[in-house]
């Protein structure tokens, strides 16, 4: 059990850093321990990140068959958060804001899978057309990650929602937040990927059509 707990802090560590063949070596080697231990949390920790882990690298069915066949409740919030996020992953953005909408909804949601559930609530509410729904989630992220001491457990899901960042940054009322969460997690890979991300203020008063144009794009 300390070997496993031990293999969870080198996983995040490796997922914080970007270093995916490492994180999956890790994983691997955890849920062959996990599996014979049969520690409900640490089965259900291992589950998800490895369900994450493979949904990221774009094998969508082996992470959805990992989470449920090593997860021993499929029920369990933090399962639920992360079917949700598989599902925005694969742009089914209604069946994603309902399981991640669920998933807010349970009192046993940890923070940490709280904070990432809103954020890619934010992104597949964007994407379903519901701009008020996505700024009300994105806001209550924003609010909870300038209390946040780990703040850096969230750098890799703000480099991954590229346009989510790049909206909040257009947004008058968000921007502030946004930018200090950035300079706080220094997230120059998201601004090298994006070079749009940085901050622009628009107050435009026009009279009949209003049309703005932005590096020759309307």
């Not at 994603?96 to 904070?115: I, N, P, S």
């Amino acid at each position: 059990t300390p070997r496993a707990y031990l293999l969870t802090v080198e996983a995040e560590l490796h997922h914080l850093t970007g270093d995916q063949a490492a994180q999956l070596r890790t994983l691997q080697d955890l849920r062959a321990l996990v599996e014979g231990l049969r520690d409900f949390e640490l089965l259900t920790w291992t589950a998800t990140r490895l369900a994450d882990l493979y949904s990221r690298q774009g094998e969508h069915s082996r992470a959805l068959d990992s989470l449920l066949d090593l997860a021993p409740d499929a029920e369990h919030p933090s399962v639920t958060m992360t079917r949700g996020v598989l599902l925005r992953r694969r742009q089914q953005h209604a069946q994603a804001a309902e399981y991640l909408g669920r998933a807010l909804a349970t009192a046993g949601l940890g923070e940490q899978q709280r904070v990432r559930a809103l954020l890619h609530l934010a992104e597949a509410q964007a994407a379903l057309g519901d701009g008020v729904a996505s700024l009300y989630s994105l806001r209550e992220a924003l609010a909870a990650l300038i209390r946040a001491r780990d703040r850096m457990l969230y750098r890799p899901d703000l480099q991954e929602l590229t346009n989510l960042v790049q909206r909040a940054l257009l947004d008058p009322d968000l921007a502030p937040d946004m930018q200090l969460v950035l300079e706080k997690l220094a997230v120059r890979d998201t601004e090298e990927r994006v070079p749009s991300v940085k901050p622009l203020h628009l107050r435009v008063f026009t009279l009949g059509r209003a049309e703005v144009e932005r590096g020759g794009e309307r």
